[in-house]
């Protein structure tokens, strides 16, 4: 479904990002992960090594502007365009009651799950719109269609996030790139690991959604396969929930 096509996923290193580069490179693509570390990279990168299409592990911190342009200048220089982006890498540093957060831990978290997405899109889209085709995915939550406890900046950053994709959308459309956000609901990575972990809690947590299970990091990455691929040739500006049914129950 990727063939010949090449993307680049933020926050590779593990859970979602991960099932998502290696999903893409199933399909064909040629992949770039990106993660904090290089060394995580390099096993990440040689663990998915028999998967067809390639992957390229460069170290970017997304929260930093001159990280992300040395991450798209190698990628340029590696395979001379981007198609796909998938803007992935997140955090939730600013758990906890909402008056508890400063601002130091706020700028953070919107720097990392939203300038990010900003400044990644301003780098790779203007070269898809050259080309005339392109697909962004979002990564957001659903957190950021209706509030989780304790995470007022994390909603927040991820219902800007919902937005920002809609907006781009608009814009891009006419110059034939797609721009959509996928919102999934629990999923069993680090990052939830406070919401699942233990028997009890996990079970208490899939009891309150009809999908009898806790989401995986692969269910997510097919969404973004279509997202990504020809297959989703009609959409655009939609923030597609994979929740197990949360956000109905
Ligand atoms: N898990 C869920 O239940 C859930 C639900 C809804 C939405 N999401 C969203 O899904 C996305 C992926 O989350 P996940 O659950 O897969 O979390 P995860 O397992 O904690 O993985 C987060 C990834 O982001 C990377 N990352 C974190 N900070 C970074 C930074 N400053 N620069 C570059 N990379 C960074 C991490 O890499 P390094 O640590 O190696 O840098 C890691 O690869 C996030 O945007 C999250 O908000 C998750």
Not at 89 to 113: S, Y
Not at 120 to 142: D, F, L
Not at 219 to 240: F, K
Request: charged share 20%; glycine share 10%.
């Amino acid at each position: 479904m990727l063939q010949d096509k090449i993307a680049i996923v933020t926050g590779a290193s593990r859970g979602i990002g991960r099932a998502i580069a290696e999903t893409f490179a199933r399909a064909g693509a040629s992949v770039v992960i990106c993660g904090r570390t290089q060394e995580t990279l390099d096993r990440v990168a040689a663990e998915l090594g028999p998967a067809a299409g390639g992957i390229l592990p460069v170290a970017c911190h997304v929260g930093r502007a001159g990280d992300i342009a040395r991450l798209v200048e190698q990628t340029h220089s590696a395979f001379g365009r981007v198609d796909i982006l998938v803007n992935n890498a997140g955090t939730n540093v600013a758990w906890g009651p909402a008056l508890e957060i400063d601002e130091e831990r706020f700028d953070k978290m919107i720097d990392i799950n939203l300038k990010s997405a900003f400044r990644m899109i301003q780098a790779v889209a203007p070269g898809m719109c050259q080309r005339g085709s392109g697909s962004i995915v979002n990564i957001a939550s659903i957190a950021g269609l209706r509030p989780l406890a304790n995470s007022m900046v994390y909603n927040v950053t991820k219902a800007a996030l919902i937005m920002m994709t809609q907006s781009y959308a608009l814009e891009l459309g006419p110059k034939g790139v797609r721009v959509n956000a996928i919102a999934p609901g629990f999923v069993e990575t680090a990052l939830s690991e406070h919401y699942w972990k233990g028997e009890d809690r996990r079970r208490q947590l899939v009891e309150r959604q009809p999908i009898r299970h806790l989401g995986q990091p692969a269910e997510i990455a097919e969404m973004a396969l279509l997202l990504a691929s020809d297959r989703g040739s009609y959409i655009t500006g939609q923030t597609m929930v994979v929740d197990g049914g949360r956000m109905v129950s």
